[in-house]
């Protein structure tokens, strides 16, 4: 069982949409369930809306998922499983105040040890609950710190084993009785037998912890790990840092389109037996031990060129809907265009001009003129060079005069692929361009 675990704080990052589909290959070559799991669990950050988002994005890059569920309806078991470890003296019940925690971390800094929480409270069991409740102390409740070093084997990282007092006796129930990311996490994937779990490089420090809430709760099913290392941007910053420019939603404004943000995303850092592919192709071969161990470098110009290919690929009909029609010519129009142009957005930049009302005040207005009456009025030519030398005989123009307004008129730019083969493809819709 593998799963996605987004939580709704923001745009979807590529970051995440890598983890996303690394999750949902394993899953489908494993013939396993793949499941999504909004963790919604801290309300402040929570953005309304995003989950739904997030689900149309795994929707568009064609994820299929077994189930979804929000992390907030496990709140009551989250619950029931801390107060199980209390009753257990796996965890304690802690009442220090910011204060005390401050002076617990200066001590720490002072010793030159990681931060960490002193012990203070550790001796304050489940019996304690009640009277703080009435009296209304704030409490949170803590893990005990594991006495020997967590140690496990991660995919991609290799084996990973913890400092002495690098997991602390940390928090799994805050003040208001909602689960720490950590425990929610922990609980949530023990309940559903995960049993694989790739994400993102930035997480590794949690696994520990995670691995420690699972030992105390008695699970003993293992679980593999796979901790993919970070993709940084041009200027060596990490992408996921929630800039704009890293948002999917960003490369779909750009005009890029899902096959080829899958194909870069499972190409980076890896070694695949082909540089264009598709999802099923991949499927084939993908290998998460093969990923590289360091980090990537995101580079758009790759991206663009394989943007490129898959629209050379895509089926001509569907193309032609990107840009409002359900014609198969206009799909071979706009591939026409893709020695110079590499996005949707290029594309239509290129197409949109051609059905536009054409410009006749520029320098070969006159010309264009003279050209749009007699197409007008003309017969319906198949063949392109039928209509060039009825245009020539009708007009009298030649050489650069007769063919400078011929694109202006038919494309509506001044330079573009040949005429002579953008004319088959745009023929039925004659008269509505050249005007
Ligand atoms: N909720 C985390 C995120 O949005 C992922 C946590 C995990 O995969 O364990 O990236
Ligand atoms: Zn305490």
């Given at each position: 069982?593998?799963?996605?675990?987004?939580?709704?704080?923001?745009?979807?990052?590529?970051?995440?949409?890598?983890?996303?589909?690394?999750?949902?290959?394993?899953?489908?070559?494993?013939?396993?369930?793949?499941?999504?799991?909004?963790?919604?669990?801290?309300?402040?950050?929570?953005?309304?809306?995003?989950?739904?988002?997030?689900?149309?994005?795994?929707?568009?890059?064609?994820?299929?998922?077994?189930?979804?569920?929000?992390?907030?309806?496990?709140?009551?078991?989250?619950?029931?499983?801390?107060?199980?470890?209390?009753?257990?003296?796996?965890a304690f019940v802690c009442t220090?105040?910011?204060?005390?925690?401050?002076?617990?971390?200066?001590?720490?800094?002072?010793?030159?040890?990681?931060?960490?929480?002193?012990?203070?409270?550790?001796?304050?069991?489940?019996?304690?609950?009640?009277?703080?409740?009435?009296?209304?102390?704030?409490?949170?409740?803590?893990?005990?710190?594991?006495?020997?070093?967590?140690?496990?084997?991660?995919?991609?990282?290799?084996?990973?084993?913890?400092?002495?007092?690098?997991?602390?006796?940390?928090?799994?129930?805050?003040?208001?009785?909602?689960?720490?990311?950590?425990?929610?996490?922990?609980?949530?994937?023990?309940?559903?037998?995960?049993?694989?779990?790739?994400?993102?490089?930035?997480?590794?420090?949690?696994?520990?912890?995670?691995?420690?809430?699972?030992?105390?709760?008695?699970?003993?099913?293992?679980?593999?790990?796979?901790?993919?290392?970070?993709?940084?941007?041009?200027?060596?910053?990490?992408?996921n840092m929630c800039e704009e420019?890293?948002?999917?939603?960003?490369?779909?404004?750009?005009?890029?389109?899902?096959?080829?943000?899958?194909?870069?995303?499972?190409?980076?850092?890896?070694?695949?037996?082909?540089?264009?592919?598709?999802?099923?192709?991949?499927?084939?071969?993908?290998?998460?031990?093969?990923?590289?161990?360091?980090?990537?470098?995101?580079?758009?110009?790759t991206l663009r060129s394989l943007?490129?290919?898959?629209?050379?690929?895509?089926?001509?009909?569907?193309?032609?809907?990107?840009?409002?029609?359900?014609?198969?010519?206009?799909?071979?129009?706009?591939?026409?265009?893709?020695?110079?142009?590499?996005?949707?957005?290029?594309?239509?930049?290129?197409?949109?001009?051609?059905?536009?009302?054409?410009?006749?005040?520029?320098?070969?207005?006159?010309?264009?003129?003279?050209?749009?009456?007699?197409?007008?009025?003309?017969?319906?030519?198949?063949?392109?060079?039928?209509?060039?030398?009825?245009?020539?005989?009708?007009?009298?123009?030649?050489?650069?005069?007769?063919?400078?307004?011929?694109?202006?008129?038919?494309?509506?730019?001044?330079?573009?692929?040949?005429?002579?083969?953008?004319?088959?493809?745009?023929?039925?819709?004659?008269?509505?361009?050249?005007?």
């Open positions: 069982m593998l799963r996605f675990a987004p939580s709704p704080t923001g745009d979807m990052h590529i970051e995440q949409l890598r983890v996303a589909l690394f999750n949902y290959m394993v899953a489908k070559q494993k013939d396993v369930n793949f499941i999504v799991r909004i963790e919604d669990t801290d309300k402040e950050r929570n953005i309304t809306g995003k989950d739904t988002e997030i689900m149309e994005i795994l929707e568009k890059f064609a994820l299929p998922h077994d189930s979804v569920s929000h992390q907030s309806e496990n709140l009551h078991i989250h619950q029931t499983l801390a107060i199980r470890l209390l009753e257990e003296k796996k220090c105040t910011p204060d005390q925690l401050a002076a617990d971390r200066e001590a720490s800094e002072q010793n030159k040890a990681d931060p960490h929480y002193s012990g203070r409270c550790s001796l304050v069991g489940a019996e304690e609950l009640k009277k703080l409740k009435e009296e209304k102390t704030p409490f949170v409740v803590r893990i005990k710190a594991p006495d020997a070093p967590v140690v496990f084997h991660d995919l991609i990282q290799g084996d990973i084993e913890t400092a002495p007092n690098e997991v602390d006796s940390f928090v799994i129930l805050k003040t208001d009785g909602t689960p720490t990311y950590n425990f929610a996490c922990a609980c949530d994937d023990m309940l559903a037998g995960v049993d694989l779990i790739i994400r993102s490089e930035e997480y590794l420090s949690n696994t520990p912890r995670q691995k420690h809430i699972q030992t105390l709760l008695g699970y003993q099913q293992e679980i593999t790990y796979a901790h993919l290392p970070a993709i940084l941007n041009a200027e060596g910053g990490k992408m420019t890293s948002t999917v939603k960003w490369l779909f404004a750009q005009g890029f389109i899902p096959d080829a943000i899958a194909n870069y995303l499972i190409l980076l850092g890896n070694d695949t037996p082909a540089e264009v592919f598709t999802m099923p192709e991949a499927l084939e071969w993908f290998d998460l031990s093969r990923l590289s161990r360091s980090q990537v470098t995101f580079d758009i110009d943007n490129r290919e898959h629209l050379k690929r895509m089926d001509d009909k569907r193309l032609s809907t990107l840009f409002g029609f359900a014609d198969e010519d206009i799909g071979k129009l706009a591939k026409l265009y893709l020695g110079e142009a590499s996005t949707i957005n290029e594309l239509a930049s290129k197409i949109e001009p051609i059905f536009a009302p054409k410009d006749f005040e520029g320098k070969w207005g006159a010309q264009m003129q003279t050209m749009e009456e007699i197409i007008q009025n003309a017969p319906m030519m198949d063949d392109y060079d039928d209509f060039t030398a009825h245009l020539v005989h009708m007009t009298g123009l030649k050489g650069e005069s007769f063919f400078k307004p011929l694109r202006l008129i038919l494309t509506g730019a001044e330079h573009g692929p040949e005429l002579s083969e953008i004319y088959p493809l745009i023929k039925p819709y004659l008269l509505e361009i050249a005007s």
